[in-house]
């Protein structure tokens, strides 16, 4: 039917805007049975949007959650099959259909009943220990009303998986009242944001200063924190390498490329951090000072690049987290994911114990099994 189809397009087009609001279908026909209505809302299964609709029937409700190209197929489906209305909400007005006992499609448009849509649904629900202030409408993630955007979820998501990691961690090391924080490499503030915004929630007191080399992104996260009444927290146009680092309780290193990450983790553990964590990319220094090594694994798996490269990789962030311990950090390395990319990385956490661990042999063995000459990080230890 034309009319159905033309209400098909409407509800593509405010999904494809994000104004879409909710779905209903009612007036239900002679075979539907004891279904009395379909409630339809947006909802996040596995990172991906779906619609998921809610059936009513007489004594019980049953859900069930579509991909929005096989939900186009189911909805019309039920519109042509056993639902006399649907109506679709969206920010810009309300598209009703109405099918008479002739199967006949009208089409009818209306001023938006309704203003604010309901919360973005998920697979399982957990707690988020980030709100939805307004310094994630600033950086594009919410609307004013503190709604994020469906362009904005996986970006939310993460930054609470980030804030999820260092809760876990600070239960085990708190953090002074008034801790010092370092954030190397800062972007375009997500995290940084996030990690001021909770600690100040925990009742904290953070001095904390977001590095980064782009002095336009410096210049409008300055304005974002002065607008949200971030008066400790200040971002600085710099490289890694220049920043001056005295004392501090933290030092944040996410996705700093290639030694950047090294130039970090030195920095901490000269300032004394009693945490830092880090999540390294585009780990290039030790691939480049392999020459192949020693032994049946060297010969016949390394002699493939690809295995090579992913070899460096791990050999790379493995040994930074033995150098870590042996400055006296007890490390864990998990997997956390990029929030400006769609690679996942592996997260370094190193929390200060005092016990420095003497790892030269085991370095030594490490290093001469895979042919490495040098790394970067133990370079720089050696002149601390």
Request: proline share 3%; aromatic share 6%.
């Amino acid at each position: 039917m034309e009319n159905i189809d033309t209400f098909l397009d409407h509800l593509a087009a405010t999904l494809r805007q994000d104004t879409f609001l909710k779905l209903t279908l009612s007036k239900p026909g002679a075979g539907a049975g004891t279904l009395k209505n379909i409630y339809g809302r947006l909802m996040v299964l596995k990172d991906e949007i779906h619609l998921s609709f809610t059936l009513r029937y007489a004594t019980r409700d049953e859900v069930k959650n579509y991909a929005i190209p096989e939900a186009m197929v189911q909805l019309r489906h039920w519109l042509e099959t056993l639902f006399l209305q649907a109506t679709l909400f969206s920010a810009e007005a309300d598209i009703i259909l109405t099918i008479n006992r002739k199967r006949k499609a009208s089409l009818y448009k209306k001023p938006a009943s309704l203003t604010q849509r309901q919360p973005l649904a998920h697979d399982h629900q957990k707690k988020r220990l980030v709100t939805t202030g307004s310094y994630l409408h600033a950086l594009g993630i919410s609307d004013e009303a503190g709604n994020v955007h469906k362009s904005g979820q996986k970006k939310y998501r993460q930054i609470n998986r980030y804030i999820e990691i260092l809760d876990h961690q600070l239960k085990q090391i708190p953090l002074p009242p008034k801790p010092v924080i370092l954030d190397m490499g800062s972007g375009k503030g997500y995290l940084t944001f996030s990690l001021y915004d909770y600690l100040s929630r925990q009742g904290l007191q953070p001095e904390m200063y977001g590095v980064e080399l782009r002095e336009k992104l410096v210049e409008e996260c300055n304005a974002i924190a002065a607008a949200n009444g971030f008066e400790q927290l200040r971002f600085v146009a710099s490289d890694i390498h220049d920043f001056p680092v005295q004392q501090v309780d933290m030092l944040i290193a996410l996705h700093a490329c290639d030694t950047a990450t090294d130039l970090a983790i030195a920095k901490g553990i000269a300032a004394g951090a009693a945490v830092i964590v880090v999540a390294p990319c585009c780990q290039q220094q030790v691939r480049q000072s392999m020459s192949g090594g020693e032994g049946a694994f060297a010969s016949e798996i390394l002699k493939h690049g690809i295995l090579m490269e992913r070899q460096a990789e791990l050999l790379t962030d493995g040994i930074r987290a033995m150098l870590m311990e042996s400055r006296g950090y007890t490390t864990r390395v998990l997997e956390f994911v990029s929030i400006e990319h769609t690679a996942k990385n592996l997260m370094i956490i190193g929390i200060k114990q005092g016990k420095p661990r003497d790892i030269s042999k085991e370095l030594d063995a490490i290093k001469q099994q895979f042919g490495i000459s040098e790394h970067f990080l133990e370079k720089l230890l050696l002149t601390q």
